[in-house]
């Protein structure tokens, strides 16, 4: 959307019915299950502007009830394939806990990819997962003890000297912003901005960012090898 989406407020409702982007069955290309098979559902809308972000997530007129989402995920889902991964946008913009609860009772294992902004009461299961990518200085106290890594999007243009992270806004290019920092202790991964015609010093800025300070590269997979 490269900061020309609108700002979408958290929505109040039962969680029966989404707004949905798409449903796609790919490889999961970042974070803890980088290289796994996948069903990504791609929520509609998000609460945030960034503008380097290419994703599109506001061209869907699609609101499926529950039972039509999950058909849709058991029909592009191999057998092989176990691991739903909600994203957006910002999936926490909607009520997904409704449907994270069917999809755990199915057996799957669940991930949420969020910017942590915005929290939910969301289940305690060993199948859910949250990974955070700040793109703000701060994320709900709510959220941050639930989160099982954190993933930065490294600009080679705004990192910080001291500890390898982002150090720029995401909202308006050229600003200042320290972005969250997470807790001592927290598993963190850096991935590379796939900005137009910097690509490859944003690698360089993100390999060198893990080796320095132990964490762990990310790069975008699926885009790599050509998969949505």
């Given at each position: 959307m490269f900061?020309?989406?609108?700002?979408?407020?958290?929505?109040?409702?039962d969680?029966?019915?989404?707004?949905?982007?798409?449903?796609?069955?790919?490889?999961?290309?970042?974070g803890?299950?980088s290289?796994?098979?996948?069903v990504?559902?791609?929520?509609?809308?998000?609460?945030?502007?960034c503008?380097?972000c290419?994703?599109?997530?506001?061209?869907?007129?699609?609101?499926?009830?529950?039972?039509e989402?999950?058909?849709?995920?058991e029909?592009?889902?191999?057998?092989?394939?176990?691991?739903?991964?909600i994203?957006?946008g910002?999936?926490?913009?909607?009520?997904?806990v409704?449907?994270?609860?069917?999809?755990?009772?199915?057996?799957?294992?669940?991930?949420?990819?969020?910017?942590?902004?915005?929290?939910?009461?969301?289940?305690e299961?060993?199948?859910?997962?949250?990974?955070?990518?700040?793109?703000?200085?701060?994320?709900?106290?709510d959220?941050?003890?639930?989160?099982?890594?954190?993933?930065?999007?490294?600009?080679?243009?705004?990192?910080?000297?001291?500890?390898?992270?982002?150090s720029?806004?995401?909202?308006?290019?050229?600003?200042?912003?320290?972005?969250?920092?997470?807790?001592?202790?927290?598993?963190?991964?850096?991935?590379?901005?796939?900005?137009?015609?910097?690509l490859e010093?944003?690698?360089?800025?993100?390999t060198?960012?893990a080796?320095?300070?132990?964490?762990?590269?990310?790069?975008?997979?699926?885009k790599?090898?050509?998969?949505?």
């Amino acid at each position: 959307m490269f900061g020309k989406n609108p700002v979408r407020t958290q929505e109040a409702g039962d969680g029966q019915r989404l707004w949905i982007q798409e449903v796609f069955y790919t490889l999961q290309g970042e974070g803890p299950f980088s290289g796994q098979p996948a069903v990504f559902i791609r929520t509609a809308g998000c609460n945030l502007r960034c503008f380097w972000c290419d994703t599109d997530f506001e061209s869907s007129e699609w609101r499926p009830d529950l039972s039509e989402i999950t058909a849709t995920v058991e029909s592009l889902r191999p057998a092989h394939c176990d691991l739903i991964v909600i994203t957006g946008g910002e999936p926490m913009r909607q009520n997904i806990v409704p449907l994270i609860r069917i999809l755990l009772s199915k057996g799957y294992r669940v991930q949420i990819e969020t910017n942590g902004t915005l929290w939910l009461d969301l289940p305690e299961h060993e199948n859910l997962s949250i990974i955070c990518s700040p793109k703000t200085p701060t994320i709900s106290s709510d959220l941050v003890e639930r989160i099982d890594a954190f993933k930065y999007v490294v600009l080679h243009t705004n990192m910080d000297s001291e500890d390898g992270l982002p150090s720029g806004s995401t909202q308006l290019a050229d600003r200042p912003s320290r972005l969250f920092r997470p807790p001592d202790g927290a598993t963190i991964y850096v991935s590379p901005c796939d900005e137009r015609g910097q690509l490859e010093a944003n690698i360089k800025a993100a390999t060198e960012s893990a080796l320095k300070h132990g964490y762990r590269l990310s790069l975008q997979t699926h885009k790599i090898i050509g998969l949505p």
